[in-house]
């Protein structure tokens, strides 16, 4: 397996090389460190460049070290094209300016939405041993099996337990009638129970010393659900299903929200990867 960090050789380009070496060795993988140069056409300042990826890959295991890269181009291009060459790439969610990141979102977002590969957004520290992840399952729209499918690859090799979520936005209206009210109450918990319970199946597919628990919530949507979540984990999993023209750029995704705003690490899996 070959993964590899982006690295902006800017504040928390540490922390990013801490993360994917750490994320190698758990991996059992080699590890690239990459810097996107833009047009720099200076020799010796891309072998200085260099240089400082070598240095940031220094504390690592001898065996996880692989390339130190710097590459042409805008950060964009260059990452969605190392998501067609590595099974895993880790960025960290640094915005671009504010126009920017209205209409396009930040680096780590637009990435997200193209990635041909998993995609580590790195918050903070590596993960701990042990870590507790959580996974966001959208039972109502048929997606959790699917993305299960990857989390299920994924979560033996990461270690620790996975969580699983559903945000219901169900809410019911004001209904004068007490006992109308009532049914109406009653019919709503019986849904989010089946719905649990069907959370549970799909976490059956984990060995059981990685399956955690499940648990159906009522939030203003899965995005801000997930983000209010992420401050009691070490990781969150969730699908990233593309939308399409205007709508994207004005709504975005699930996944976009979340790596933008997320206490914890992400983990993004791609749309291409789930077969649509």
Request: with cysteine.
């Amino acid at each position: 397996m070959q993964i590899v960090g982006a690295i902006d050789l800017g504040e928390g380009s540490e922390g990013v090389a801490a993360f994917t070496g750490s994320l190698a060795e758990r991996l059992d993988a080699t590890a690239d460190l990459v810097h996107v140069c833009g047009s720099e056409q200076d020799a010796d300042a891309i072998d200085g460049k260099r240089a400082r990826l070598e240095t940031l890959m220094g504390s690592w295991p001898e065996s996880r070290h692989g390339r130190a890269r710097c590459e042409p181009g805008t950060p964009v291009e260059v990452l969605l094209a190392l998501t067609r060459e590595y099974d895993a790439v880790v960025v960290r969610p640094r915005s671009g300016r504010f126009w920017e990141h209205l209409l396009l979102g930040s680096v780590a977002a637009h990435v997200v939405r193209k990635a041909e590969c998993p995609v580590f957004v790195c918050r903070g520290a590596p993960l701990p041993e042990s870590p507790r992840m959580l996974v966001g399952l959208d039972v109502r729209r048929g997606t959790h099996e699917r993305l299960m499918d990857h989390a299920k690859d994924w979560v033996p090799r990461l270690g620790g337990t996975l969580d699983a979520v559903y945000i219901d936005m169900t809410r019911v209206p004001f209904i004068r009638d007490a006992t109308v009210r009532r049914a109406a109450l009653s019919e709503l918990e019986t849904q989010r129970e089946r719905e649990r319970r069907l959370l549970e199946r799909t976490l059956a597919v984990l060995p059981t010393d990685h399956r955690g628990e499940a648990a159906v919530v009522e939030g203003a949507g899965p995005g801000e659900g997930l983000v209010e979540a992420s401050e009691d984990y070490d990781l969150l999993l969730v699908g990233s299903l593309e939308r399409q023209g205007v709508v994207q750029h004005l709504i975005g995704s699930v996944a976009e929200y979340v790596v933008t705003r997320a206490e914890s690490n992400v983990l993004t899996f791609p749309s291409q990867l789930d077969g649509d």
